[in-house]
């Protein structure tokens, strides 16, 4: 593995472990949400241990893991010096990194049916939207570090949301998706191609079905088709997709860059 690899999975590492330390620690303990079996259309199978309670559910979470170790593993180009494909593999592998912490969080919820779990689930969701934000800025704005830690720590603390209102979190998730498709449209007209302009229309249309399938998980459950695969499990197999469809638009992007002025490299 790379030293950057290492790096960026550090950093992952280390977030992740914060958000989890302050979670449990009791700080979004006021917060509401919902948890228990009753929320999903997916029957739980009692004769199932209780990580596989809902087997269809539970197991899509693994499709994280898959997708991030692939990511992981592809090469990351650049244009220009041996400084800008490192900076493209940290980039690459930070967002590779979310994936793998963030299938094992969303099992844990599934599993435990808890408020801490749940919370947890929820805001590590918007810093990964929030990086693709992020890595678009680094494209025009030149390698900034501390940019990129900005957006990150305001994509976190505006999970305090959902402590002023019981739907904080949706307001915040809905900020986020407008922010990633209006900074990747702006990118995309600077840098794209009809390849990245692809995987673009893709991964909104994959960002539409997650956010559509999983609010009327309950509704479709009337359809046959819809009642043992559920739309919950088809919203995470859109999540998954879309995780995808980005890696393909930011890394295409990547390649069609072109180098940065002298004053935005550090």
């Given at each position: 593995m790379q030293p950057e690899s290492r790096q960026a999975l550090l950093h992952v590492a280390v977030a992740s472990c914060l958000c989890t330390a302050t979670v449990y620690a009791g700080v979004f303990d006021g917060i509401f949400i919902q948890v228990g079996y009753e929320h999903y259309a997916e029957a739980p199978v009692a004769s199932l241990p209780a990580f596989l309670a809902m087997p269809f559910n539970s197991l899509i979470n693994v499709a994280y893991v898959l997708l991030g170790m692939y990511w992981l593993r592809r090469r990351a180009r650049a244009p220009g010096r041996a400084m800008e494909v490192w900076r493209?593999?940290?980039?690459?592998?930070?967002?590779?990194?979310?994936?793998?912490?963030?299938?094992?969080?969303?099992?844990?919820?599934?599993?435990?049916?808890?408020?801490?779990?749940?919370v947890l689930d929820q805001w590590l969701t918007l810093p990964i939207f929030a990086w693709p934000v992020a890595w678009c800025l680094s494209l025009d704005r030149g390698w900034e570090p501390w940019l990129l830690l900005a957006i990150e720590c305001l994509s976190l603390g505006s999970y305090g949301l959902a402590l002023l209102h019981p739907y904080g979190f949706e307001v915040a998730?809905?900020?986020?998706?407008?922010?990633?498709?209006?900074?990747?449209?702006?990118t995309h007209r600077r840098y794209g191609s009809a390849t990245s302009g692809t995987s673009l229309a893709l991964g909104t249309l994959s960002c539409l079905g997650f956010v559509v399938l999983k609010l009327c998980d309950h509704r479709?459950?009337?359809w046959y088709p819809f009642q043992r695969l559920t739309g919950?499990?088809?919203?995470?197999?859109?999540?998954?997709?879309?995780?995808?469809?980005?890696?393909?638009?930011?890394t295409n992007l990547n390649t069609g860059q072109r180098l940065p002025p002298e004053g935005k490299v550090h």
């Open positions: 493209a593999r940290y980039l690459k592998d930070v967002f590779a990194s979310m994936a793998l912490v963030y299938g094992p969080v969303q099992w844990l919820r599934i599993a435990t049916q808890l408020h801490h779990a749940a998730l809905g900020a986020h998706i407008i922010a990633v498709v209006g900074q990747a449209l702006r479709l459950a009337r919950h499990f088809w919203s995470k197999v859109c999540d998954v997709l879309q995780f995808h469809f980005a890696f393909l638009f930011l």
